[in-house]
């Protein structure tokens, strides 16, 4: 076997991070056969709490886990890594405005790049989770002027994963049975879903469940705020499925998607689509050789075009928001 690949998880003593961790020890993230050492970051006041957690990786036994370490400073968390999935964050909490929430943030997100800039792997990938996503990813990107920039990533894959579940629902089919749906701009409410090129069993799904008002007032806020419903019926926010998805998204972009198909994640626009460049937007993606390729060439309708065009211009929006802040 190789030698061990080093991932860095922060806010690993969180909901999610309680998640995932297993799921990255047992050789899901990368592949069963390619050995990980994993480090995790927290906060000092949460450093025992992760550290009750790398004990409990200990006692799985996993054959691929080669080592858990746990860190408070970011420096040394992020020192060889190359993959790092970036959790913890700080939420909105009642009362809080909006540039507070990204000044928070950037207190976190602005270390993490310079930290993941200074010692991070050659090959480093990043996945942001903790949101706002891709903003914190867009800080992140920023403070890490040596990393290209495209190594820089936001998670859309649970919205993706969400779309596909609600249509193999909606359709009775399993979800092995979709292809080429898509999530397009920011992860938040004003994201969209997009079923206009999706495929079940060679068809258009948008022929076989024929009702535009069931897409639109459905299905699509069904989706947007799938993350409220998750609060409202389990009393806590959904974690599993954000670290599944999570696993996913840099399964794909180590591996590869799969032929005909795509998926998607939010990743620096090149300009595709009008969407500005350098924006963290969500597109449709495939993924080939470590790289993120936006799918080109699709023909978007005016239905579409609306919903991308709300949703990238709430991103420039943030984007101009942290700009002000002195955060990028
Ligand atoms: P969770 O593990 O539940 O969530 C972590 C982050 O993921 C939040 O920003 C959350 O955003 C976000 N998120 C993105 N997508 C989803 C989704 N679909 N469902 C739920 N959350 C989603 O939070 P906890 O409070 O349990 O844990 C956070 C941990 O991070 C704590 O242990 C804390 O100490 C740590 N932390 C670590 C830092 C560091 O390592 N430097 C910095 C800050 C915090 P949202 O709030 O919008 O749901």
Known sequence: TSSPVSVTVTGA??????????????????????????????????????????????????????????????????????????????????????????EANGGIFKPQGAAINAGAADDIKVLVVGNPANTNALIAQSHAPDVPAERFTAMTRLDHNRALGQLALKLGVPVSSLSKVAIWGNHSASQYPDITHAVVDGKSVAEAINDQAWVADEFIPR??????EIIDVRGASSA?????????????????????????????????????????????????????????????????????????????????AVRKLGLI
């Not at 969180?14 to 990255?24: C, E, V």
């Not at 989706?223 to 409220?228: E, Q, S, T």
């Not at 460049?277 to 075009?305: H, M, N």
Request: charged content about 25%; glycine content about 12%.
């Open 13 to 102: 003593a969180g909901q999610i991070g309680y998640a995932l961790l297993f799921r990255i020890a047992s050789g899901q993230l990368l592949g069963a056969d390619v050995p990980v050492r994993l480090r995790l970051l927290e906060i000092p006041q949460a450093v025992r709490a992760a550290e009750g957690t790398a004990l409990e990786l200990t006692d799985c036994a996993f054959p691929a886990l080669a080592g858990v370490d746990v860190f408070d400073d970011p420096i040394k968390a992020f020192e060889g890594t190359s993959v790092a999935l970036l959790v913890g964050a700080r939420p909105r909490t009642k009362g809080m405005e909006r540039g507070d929430l990204l």
């Open 223 to 228: 989706v947007a705020k799938r993350g409220a």
């Open 240 to 320: 599993a499925s954000a670290a599944s998805a999570a696993v996913d998204h840099v399964y794909n972009w180590v591996n590869g998607t799969p032929e005909g198909d795509w998926t998607s994640a939010a990743i620096p626009s090149d300009g595709s689509y009008g969407v500005p460049e350098g924006l963290i937007s969500s597109f449709p993606v495939t993924s080939a050789g470590g790289k993120w390729e936006i799918v080109q060439g699709l023909e978007v309708d005016e239905f579409s075009r609306a919903r991308i065009d709300a949703s990238v211009a709430e991103l420039g929006e943030e984007r101009e």
